[in-house]
């Protein structure tokens, strides 16, 4: 089992800037990829940033250049700049291990205009 706990989440105004954080406890060796996830209203879940192990970096297109993430080990942080109100979601550490993917709770994100 991989628990993950989320932190960093807020309001912030259109152009400003938040940093996510993500712990992970448990079988942390099992863990390859850590990641950030996003969902606003009505929509699907999708890829904001993931890192492997090895450090290999993807970023989704429309965070590019915005959005940086760094991982430590267990912790990985998302350090947004630039935030635009279409950035508004809940935000999701993930954690892909052997024993398949874990999930935190979820932080929500507001950016108002």
């Known amino acids: 089992q991989v628990q993950l706990v989320e932190s960093g989440g807020g309001l912030v105004q259109a152009g400003g800037s938040l940093t996510l954080s993500c712990a992970a406890s448990?079988?942390?060796?099992?863990?390859?990829?850590m990641g950030w996830y996003r969902q606003a209203p009505g929509k699907q879940r999708e890829l904001v940033a993931a890192?492997?192990?090895?450090?290999v970096i993807d970023y989704a297109d429309f965070v590019k250049g915005r959005f940086t993430i760094f991982r430590d080990n267990a912790k990985v942080s998302l350090q947004m700049n630039s935030l635009k109100p279409e950035d508004t979601a809940v935000y999701y550490c993930?954690?892909?291990?052997?024993?398949?993917?874990?999930w935190g709770r979820g932080t929500l994100v507001t950016v108002s205009s």
């Open positions: 993930n954690a892909d291990s052997t024993a398949g993917p874990y």
């Open positions: 448990g079988r942390i060796f099992s863990i390859n990829i």
């Open positions: 890192i492997t192990s090895g450090g």
